[in-house]
Nanobody, 115 residues
Framework: QVQLVESGGGLVQAGGSLKLSCATSVGIFGVQTMGWYRQAPGKQREWVAT???????NYADSVKGRCTISRDNAKIMVYLQMSSLKPEDTGVYYC?????????WGQGTQVTVSS
């Protein structure tokens, strides 16, 4: 069974920072991308950031300059460092992994940014 477990969410004031972590049970071999998505209340899930198997990173315009995604191949972990948080960053953040022909999701971790 493939397991993805997110952690690091919580309540933070606007302008603050959080670091999200995703621990996986998958082997690193065959992993194409690791990334983060988020879903705000009443909104559809949206892509936030991705790190590819060659180390390249991409970010949504809404978080560019405020977020850094990274991966640890030895630990099979993916992280999302967020700073200068805004109330519109509030939502459930999901870890995503694409491996071979499969796609995996975690259960999500709640991020709430207060003004």
């Amino acid at each position: 069974q493939v397991q993805l477990v997110e952690s690091g969410g919580g309540l933070v004031q606007a302008g603050g920072s959080l670091k999200l972590s995703c621990a996986t049970s998958v082997g690193i071999f065959g992993v194409q991308t690791m990334g983060w998505y988020r879903q705000a209340p009443g909104k559809q899930r949206e892509w936030v950031a991705t790190v590819t198997n060659d180390g390249s990173t991409n970010y949504a315009d809404s978080v560019k300059g405020r977020c850094t995604i990274s991966r640890d191949n030895a630990k099979i972990m993916v992280y999302l460092q967020m700073s200068s948080l805004k109330p519109e960053d509030t939502g459930v953040y999901y870890c995503n992994i694409r491996r071979w022909a499969s796609e995996y999701w975690g259960q999500g971790t709640q991020v709430t940014v207060s003004s």
